[in-house]
Every structure is written in structure tokens, then in C-alpha cells.
């Protein structure tokens, strides 16, 4: 289903005022160890707004190659859940998941996942290789959901 139809899915399926279904955007950085096969675990909380979830993309920040350009080489996994579901049967390489900010390919969800608010998505990052990052021993991957928030109803915030 492509990204671009959700507004109008939204309005047959809900019979509603299409205006009520904005877009979100959630955001978490996650600070991971520079060794091999260090995990960083965190959480997104999403608010009480009904959310669909329809994209996650990811990238480094600030870790540096020696002539001072952004390194952006894919090289950890990720697996995600939820309170009900867990969407990976293991951790998997992030591009092959979401895609990559070095093709500027993002993959969107094969299907939307629909949430009712207040809910928590957990990320697991996994280092696949020894990094150094002087003067520190993290570096930082950012991870960005990307869906439909529902703005109605004085309820629903």
C-alpha cells in the first residue's frame, strides 16, 4: 500500500474528516557501544493520539571517517516490538529492513501498524563491528517512525 493513498484509506474507512489524520513523526537516539556486537536497547512511547505506523528509517550521527566525513556503513542490526507483537524473528540489518540514508532508498512497511495510543515500541541496535570514536566510546544511531496521528476529538489527545 503506498504511503500516499493512507489520507483517503483513511477517510472510507473511518467515514471521517480526512483533516483529523495528520502526519507524525516520532524520534529517538540511541547510544550504542563502539565495540563488536555491543546492544543498545531503548524505547519510543507514542502518546495517546491513535498513531499508524508506516515508516522507520535510521542513521548515524556524528561519527566521523579521519578526513571528517559522516560514516553512514549499516553495519549494526536491529530488532523492534511492542507490548503485543515482536516484528523481527531476529536482530537484521537495518538497511535491509528500512533502507539506507547512504541510497536515500527508505523502504515503507509492508503494512501499516495500527496503534491506539500509549502505547511503547522497543528498539534493540546491535554493533557488528569495533568502531573508535574518540574521545568517547558510543556512538549514536537516530531511528525516525513516520505515520498518521489522529487529531479529533478533544478525547483522543
Known amino acids: 500500500m503506498e504511503n500516499q493513498k493512507l489520507p483517503q484509506l483513511l477517510a472510507d474507512q473511518f467515514r471521517g474528516d480526512p483533516s483529523l489524520w ?3 513523526h516520532y524520534g529517538k ?6 565495540a563488536a556486537n555491543a546492544r543498545a536497547i531503548s524505547t519510543i512511547p507514542l502518546n495517546a493520539r491513535p498513531f499508524i505506523l508506516c515508516e522507520i528509517s535510521h542513521q548515524i550521527i556524528g561519527l566521523l571517517d579521519e578526513d571528517g566525513l559522516t560514516i553512514q556503513d549499516g553495519q549494526y542490526l536491529i530488532s523492534w516490538r511492542d507490548e503485543l507483537s515482536q516484528y523481527v524473528n531476529e ?12 541510497s536515500g532508498f527508505v523502504k515503507a512497511l509492508p503494512y501499516p501498524v495500527f496503534y491506539s495510543g500509549n502505547s511503547t515500541i522497543t528498539f534493540e541496535v546491535t554493533n557488528l563491528i569495533t568502531r573508535t570514536n574518540p574521545p568517547t566510546n558510543i556512538f549514536k544511531v537516530a531511528l525516525a517512525l513516520a505515520g498518521w496521528a489522529y487529531w479529533g476529538s478533544p478525547s483522543a489527545t
Open 22 to 24: 495528520r502526519p507524525m
Open 29 to 34: 537516539i540511541i547510544d550504542c557501544d563502539v
Open 91 to 102: 536482530a537484521i540489518p537495518a538497511d535491509l529492513m528500512f533502507g539506507s540514508v547512504r
